[in-house]
C-alpha cells in the first residue's frame, strides 16, 4: 500500500468514524428530549401540546415493550404518559397482552436473570396489572426455599445477642456466614428483589442490621461512644471530634484488636446491609476509630522499597549521563547479506577504508 492509498484509506475511516459520532450524538439527543418532555408532561395541556407527547410515547414504548431492558427508564416514563392520557382505557389491554406475553417467555426460560425480568415486572406493576400476583409469587418461587436459611439467621442473631467478649468473635463469623448464605444462588438462582421484600427476609436483615449495630456500639464503649445513648441526627461538634480522636489513639495504643474488632464487625454490616444507617455521631466514631493513627510498618516499608528504587533510577540515569556520548564510526555501511550461505545474520557491516577515522555524535 502506497502513500497515497494510505492517505485515501485513513481519509475514509475519518469519515466513516465522524459520520458514526453524529448518528450517535443524534440519538442522545434524541432520548434526552424525549425523556424531558415525558417527565413534564401534563394531561390538562391543550391538544396541540398534548398530542405529540403522547404520540411519541406510543412509539417509544412500543418499541421498548419487547426489550424494556435496553432502557428502563424512558420505557417507564413513556408508559406514565400513556397511563394518564385519554387513550389509556383502550390501549390498556393491547399493552397487558405483550407485557405478558414478554413475561411468559422469559419465565420459562431457566437461565433468564432478573435484569431482564424486573423492568418487565415493574411496567406490569405501573400498568396496575390485575394478576400481577401470579407473577410475583412465580419470580419469588425462583430464588428457592429459604426459610432454613432464614432459621440459621435468627439463630446467629441470638448467638451474637448473648455472647460474651470471649464468644463475640465466633457469634460475629456465624452471623456472617450465615447472612452470606441467605444472599448467595440456590441452585443458580439468586435473590430476587422481590423475594428479598418478602416479611420473612426483610424482617431478619432488618433484625441481623440491628444487632449488628448493638454489637459495633458494644465495641465503642472503649473509645467513649454509650451503647444505650440516643444521638439522633445531631452532628459531633469539633471538640468532640477531638476527644474522640485522642480516646481513640488511647485504646489502640492499649489493646489494638479492638480497632480490628470493630473495623470487621462494620465492614460485615456494610456489606450486607448497605442502605443500614448509623446515627451521625456513631458513624463517625466509627470512623476515627477504625482508621490508623500511625502509619503502620508495612507503610513504612513499602514507601522505602519505593525511594530506594526511584533513587537506584535517578543514579543510573547520572551515570549513564556522565558517561558522555558514545563514539561510532560514520564511514561504517550497513548493507543487505546477499549470500545464501550466511544464515545466521540479515545484515553485516562493511567498514570504508578509512574505518580508523572515528567522530563523536
Not at 390538562?44 to 419487547?66: K, M, N, Q, T, Y
Not at 476509630?289 to 537506584?312: D, E, K, N, W, Y
Request: proline letters at 5%; glycine letters at 4%; aromatic letters at 6%.
Amino acid at each position: 500500500m502506497n502513500s497515497r492509498q494510505l492517505i485515501l484509506l485513513l481519509f475514509v475511516l475519518g469519515g466513516v468514524g465522524l459520520i458514526s459520532l453524529v448518528v450517535i450524538d443524534a440519538a442522545f439527543r434524541a432520548r434526552a428530549n424525549s425523556l424531558t418532555a415525558f417527565t413534564n408532561y401534563q394531561p390538562s395541556w391543550d391538544d396541540a401540546l398534548r398530542a405529540p407527547v403522547e404520540h411519541r410515547a406510543v412509539d417509544v414504548l412500543g418499541r421498548l415493550l419487547i426489550e424494556p431492558q435496553d432502557d428502563p427508564e424512558l420505557a417507564m416514563a413513556a408508559l406514565t404518559v400513556i397511563r394518564v392520557s385519554q387513550s389509556w382505557a383502550a390501549m390498556a389491554p393491547q399493552i397487558h397482552s405483550q407485557l405478558r406475553a414478554v413475561m411468559d417467555v422469559r419465565l420459562q426460560d431457566e437461565f433468564v436473570s432478573m435484569t431482564a425480568i424486573r423492568p418487565v415486572y415493574d411496567l406490569l406493576e405501573a400498568s396496575e396489572y390485575p394478576e400481577l400476583k401470579t407473577y410475583r409469587d412465580r419470580i419469588i418461587a425462583l430464588s428457592g426455599e429459604r426459610l432454613p436459611l432464614v432459621v440459621a439467621v435468627q439463630e446467629a442473631v441470638v448467638a451474637l445477642q448473648m455472647s460474651e467478649a470471649a464468644t463475640a468473635d465466633a457469634a460475629l463469623d456465624r452471623l456472617d456466614h450465615a447472612w452470606i448464605a441467605l444472599r448467595q444462588p440456590i441452585d443458580g438462582h439468586e435473590l430476587n428483589w422481590l423475594a428479598q421484600e418478602k416479611v420473612a427476609i426483610a424482617g431478619i436483615e432488618l433484625q441481623a442490621g440491628t444487632a449488628l449495630d448493638r454489637y459495633i456500639r458494644r465495641l465503642l464503649e472503649p473509645f467513649g461512644i454509650s451503647k444505650d445513648a440516643q444521638y439522633g441526627q445531631s452532628i459531633p461538634d469539633q471538640a468532640m471530634v477531638e476527644w474522640l480522636d485522642r480516646q481513640a489513639q488511647v485504646v489502640v495504643a492499649t489493646n489494638p484488636i479492638a480497632r480490628d474488632r470493630l473495623h470487621h464487625a462494620a465492614d460485615i454490616l456494610r456489606r450486607h446491609h448497605a442502605e443500614y444507617l448509623h446515627d451521625p455521631v456513631i458513624a463517625i466514631a466509627i470512623a476515627i476509630a477504625s482508621r490508623h493513627h500511625q502509619v503502620p510498618l508495612t507503610g513504612i516499608l513499602i514507601g522505602l522499597f519505593t525511594l530506594m528504587s526511584l533513587c537506584g533510577g535517578m543514579l543510573y540515569t547520572m551515570i549513564r549521563l556522565r558517561r558522555g556520548p558514545t563514539p561510532i564510526d560514520v564511514n561504517a555501511e550497513t548493507m543487505e547479506n546477499v549470500e545464501p550461505i550466511d544464515l545466521d545474520t540479515d545484515a553485516e557491516t562493511r567498514s570504508r577504508s578509512s574505518a580508523s577515522i572515528t567522530d563523536v555524535v
